[in-house]
């Protein structure tokens, strides 16, 4: 028996994956990874568009990620954060992200990834008003197709609702508006799709009462809702009226901080100041889990009043964790990986206009390495195209992985360590693939 069908049988025994079918038989089990490159268990030889899952910013393998590690475990391999107990990386890296980040959000709490974060980040929200007197602002405003996770908290604000199903009620007070998407002009009634988010967003408040909200969460591009980019304005419009009704940002940037989008954080991208930003992914380009929770120093004054803040997670400023975000952080500086991913970015922008008037191709858009091609049914009404299959057949075809976002979007967002020859073969396996699309989102076979 071939190692892969060994481990393939165990898999299929004793692992449960994320959105699989138990009926899936195949497997593609990963033994190595370098650079932009994977290689499964059989010895074939994969590029990694997806960057893992968005977060491979500085690229698989590095030895100095290994070493920064090895060096943190045998000084100090755990310490807590509870109470009085700190650690020196921790420090550090909480003093480093209040430096790199948007002014003023100069607090952290760190937590395991995206989800523990959105849920602290909620909590947080909540906790603010209620300390400040008033404990009936605790709805939530996010909107359709976000992505915040799937723990209950950011689980409930995640606008698909077939990810809610049959799980019981998520948390109180969560509702959710239209997404900022200018490519489906007949979302927004004729009007620009800013003012039309803008006029939903305004009677919602009137509508919930602007008293009773806590905040409204949002990712400043969407990602997992299809590489989501917002109209410029849409952003500082939308923080000007919460403000104006003493309702919190929450910037849910789980994947768009540290690079991905072309900026260290989205918020600096769209000019607009979140009071709460979360990270995680790119923070440790995925060498291990962190997520991080900044915040106003006048928020954490607020929530950690009295008893102090009743959010706590055992692994919270991890040492190990926190000292192999620093060594991320000095990577992505000293090899200046944010200006790359816009440079790079744009590569794969020109080199995709081959098939911008291919049948099946709405849009191509990007922000920094976040490359996404809207599909489509039909390109005069840009009916979305149905389910399909077009991300296996480009791995089966030539070893590039992509993914569908929001099922009819084929998102890129490979490590921005990413060189020339590697975006070239990525575009012409997508190219290739993309060509032979039908209308019904079928496949022909290679010529
Ligand atoms: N927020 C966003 C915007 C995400 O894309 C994700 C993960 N894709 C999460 C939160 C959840 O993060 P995690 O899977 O680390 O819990």
Avoid at 43 to 50: F, H, I, K, P
Avoid at 212 to 224: K, L, R, T, Y
């Amino acid at each position: 028996m071939s190692d892969y069908e060994r481990l393939r049988q165990l898999d299929s025994k004793h692992m449960i994956h994320t959105f699989l079918p138990l009926e899936t038989r195949d497997r593609t089990i990963f033994v190595k990874g370098k650079g932009c490159n994977l290689w499964d268990v059989a010895g074939r030889e994969y590029l990694d568009m997806t960057g893992g899952l968005w977060l491979a910013q500085i690229g698989h393998g590095r030895p100095e990620m290994a070493e920064a590690a090895a060096k943190q475990m045998s000084t100090l391999e755990y310490a807590t954060a509870f109470w009085e107990f700190s650690n020196d990386k921790a420090i550090a890296l909480a003093a480093k992200l209040a430096t790199l980040s948007p002014t003023g959000l100069d607090v952290v709490y760190f937590t395991s990834g995206g989800s523990e974060s959105n849920d602290a980040a909620i909590k947080t929200a909540r906790l603010f008003h209620a300390h400040r007197g008033e404990p009936e602002r605790t709805w939530i405003l996010s909107r359709n197709d976000a992505y915040h996770g799937l723990a209950y908290g950011g689980g409930t604000a995640t606008g698909f609702d077939g990810l809610k199903a049959g799980v019981g009620p998520g948390i109180g007070h969560v509702h959710h508006l239209t997404p900022p998407k200018p490519f489906q002009t007949w979302r927004y009634n004729g009007q620009s799709t800013t003012d039309f988010c803008i006029a939903e967003l305004e009677a919602t408040i009137a509508r919930i009462g602007s008293k009773n909200i806590a905040a409204m969460i949002g990712e400043p591009v969407m990602g997992v809702g299809g590489m989501v980019i917002p109209p410029d304005d849409y952003w500082p419009r939308v923080a000007q009226v919460l403000r104006k009704n003493g309702i919190l940002l929450i910037l849910d940037e789980v994947v768009t901080a540290f690079g991905r989008i072309g900026s260290w954080f989205g918020a600096d991208k769209y000019n607009v100041k979140p009071d709460i930003l979360v990270t995680a992914k790119g923070i440790s380009s995925g060498y291990i889990p962190l997520g991080a929770v900044l915040m106003t120093r006048e928020i954490a004054d607020a929530v950690c009043e009295g008893h102090g803040f009743p959010v706590g997670y055992t692994y919270s400023g991890h040492p190990v964790a926190c000292a192999i975000a620093l060594e991320n952080l000095r990577i992505l500086e000293e090899e200046r990986l944010v200006e790359r991913a816009n440079v790079m970015g744009q590569y794969f922008s020109d080199g995709l206009q081959r098939i911008k008037d291919l049948p099946s191709v709405g849009e191509i858009r990007h922000a920094g390495l976040g490359i996404a091609i809207e599909l489509v049914a039909d390109k005069k009404t840009g009916q979305p195209l149905p389910d399909n299959v077009i991300p296996d057949v480009i791995k089966r075809e030539s070893g590039v992985i992509v993914r569908m976002a929001n099922e009819n979007v084929l998102v890129m967002s490979p490590p921005l360590v990413i060189t020339e020859s590697e975006a070239d073969r990525a575009i012409e396996a997508v190219s290739s693939v993309l060509e032979r699309v039908r209308a019904d989102g079928s496949i022909s076979s290679a010529a």
